[in-house]
């Protein structure tokens, strides 16, 4: 009862192929569990990562976010599903992928399943490219395409990770910020 999981998974370099669905069941009241994803895939890198959270108790609580920069011919197939079997549950569900070249592939597969009256799950999906009015702005600030773009791919992948400690956050922050200058 009361007890708090939370999963991380950060990848920055490509790989060939990689699957993972880590699953929580929720069974003592008050239990809460984040997944949490950042992913950058490049090359031919196919990715296939989701998470599962069954919720088997009142009062518990969970969150899958998964953020993903493409580019290349890299496949990346985000997967979460949210399962309240309880009242008084709550779930969020969130997957974000930018494209940053028109070979690679997103896909997002949010899956909501409610069997108690008194369950709130939710979701939000959303595949895109980044806006041209988005470049244009920093370019006229003195960016080049290529920076502009590594920019925001960055500040697409900086959310907020909660429960690491300070010098692991900057290790992320400093490895995204690398990788994303140098795929441009």
């Known amino acids: 009862e009361g007890g708090t ?9 490509p790989v060939e ?3 993972l669905y880590p699953t929580a069941i929720l069974r ?3 239990a809460k569990v984040s997944f949490r994803s950042l992913l950058l895939g490049f090359g031919g890198s196919d990715i296939d990562v989701g998470s599962a959270i069954v919720f088997n108790a009142d ?3 969970g969150e899958i976010m998964a953020r993903s920069v493409v580019m290349g011919q890299a496949s990346v197939k985000m997967r979460g ?3 309240g079997r309880m ?3 709550k779930g969020h569900l969130d997957c974000r992928a930018l494209l940053l070249t028109d070979e690679a592939e997103a896909l997002a597969y949010p899956t909501l399943q409610g069997e108690a009256k008194e369950t709130e799950l939710s979701h939000e999906a959303a595949v895109g490219k980044i806006a041209e009015e988005q470049l244009y702005y920093l370019m006229t600030r003195g960016l080049t395409q290529d920076e502009a773009t590594s920019m925001i791919a960055r500040g697409f992948l900086d959310t907020d990770i909660p429960g690491l400690p300070e010098r692991l956050l900057a290790e992320i922050k ?3 910020a690398m990788t994303t ?3 441009m």
Do not use: C, D
Not at 5 to 13: A, D, H
């Open 5 to 13: 999981l939370t999963i991380n998974y950060i990848l920055t370099g």
């Open 87 to 89: 009242p008084g549950t």
């Open 81 to 83: 599903r949210l399962w």
């Open 28 to 30: 003592g009241r008050g």
């Open 59 to 61: 009062e518990t609580r």
């Open 174 to 176: 400093r490895i995204v």
């Open 17 to 19: 192929s990689i699957q």
């Open 181 to 183: 200058e140098r795929l």
